[in-house]
């Protein structure tokens, strides 16, 4: 972990609802330094490691969703709300702190055996990623590891992904909600 | 232009509504070959000139928009849907061709005098691409130059680039909307 990453996320309180301590990591994506930092990071972590994908959910988890696959040299799978993708789809329900919501992953974009590393910004309750891990699962894919720019450890999230043999990475921590 | 980028972009009918002839770069993303030249084009047709960001548009335009960032090592700025971003933004309503919306950018992604490459993977009436460089030019922000994967001439959005003064770079064309 380095700090640099940590000090380059801001923190806006009350978005996107009162009480929400929200993670702004656009600072860090912002930063030319931070961004090489975070995807370096992610890439290094996973040297010696066979991927096949990169999924990653809508729409921070594109940013180094893409820089991570192109440097992995694998292809890279978008996981999206309900509605942006075309052609044929499958999706999951899922609830989040703020609401329930659906994603949606194309039916095809994920070959049976594929060995897919998930990204995402933040993981919290953790309740995206099980959503994103079950649509790559449900289409043969194997989703041994996950990677995050930021954990919120009292949210559990990482350690609901850990009890289904998922091995958790991420950048930083932030105590609180 | 590489005829194997647009070959790995596949065109699903009537999505989202009928009539549209949607094109579908997912498959592109997806295969790790078609990832790595549609990058390395982007970077290789900027090479000689400076920026100071990348600034693509949700949420299809950070894929790229993130890999093009790190590779000309530069920020990454994210222009979203409103009501996405935390913190103090700037909005910009446009029209496009299924409806209105607004676009949003932090108002301080930007500095004033930063050379600003715009990404997005699509180019059609240019409505959401002129929003976007609004917004930063709103910033003090310079856009000279405008990257996309796909260009839909017959829509004239590349021309309406040219006639603010923006260099257009596409990767592949397609005929009709």
């Not at 990591?25 to 990071?41: K, N, Q, Y």
């Not at 959910?57 to 594109?62: P, S, T, V």
């Not at 999206?80 to 919501?101: F, H, N, V, W």
């Not at 289409?139 to 091995?167: M, N, Q, T, W, Y």
Request: include cysteine; charged fraction near 25%.
């Amino acid at each position: 972990m380095t700090s640099t990453i940590k000090d380059l996320i801001r923190t806006i309180p009350d978005f996107p609802k009162d009480g929400i301590m929200f993670r702004d990591i656009t600072t860090l994506f912002g930063d030319a330094e931070g961004l090489r930092l975070a995807s370096d990071e992610i890439v290094q972590n996973y040297n010696g490691h066979r991927f096949d994908k990169v999924a990653a959910l809508e729409a921070r988890g594109f940013v180094l969703g893409g820089i991570v696959a192109y440097q992995l040299g694998v292809g890279f799978v978008p996981i999206r709300k309900q509605g942006k993708l075309p052609g044929a789809t499958i999706t999951r329900d899922y609830e989040l702190e703020y609401g329930s919501e659906t994603l949606e992953i194309q039916d095809d974009a994920i070959e049976p055996g594929d060995r897919v590393l998930l990204l995402d910004d933040l993981i919290a309750t953790g309740g995206t990623a099980v959503a994103g891990i079950e649509l790559i699962e449900e289409l043969g894919g194997v989703v041994d590891h996950a990677s995050f720019v930021i954990d919120l450890p009292e949210l559990d999230g990482s350690k609901i992904l850990r009890k289904r043999g998922v091995s958790v990475h991420y950048l930083c921590q932030f105590e609180g909600i």
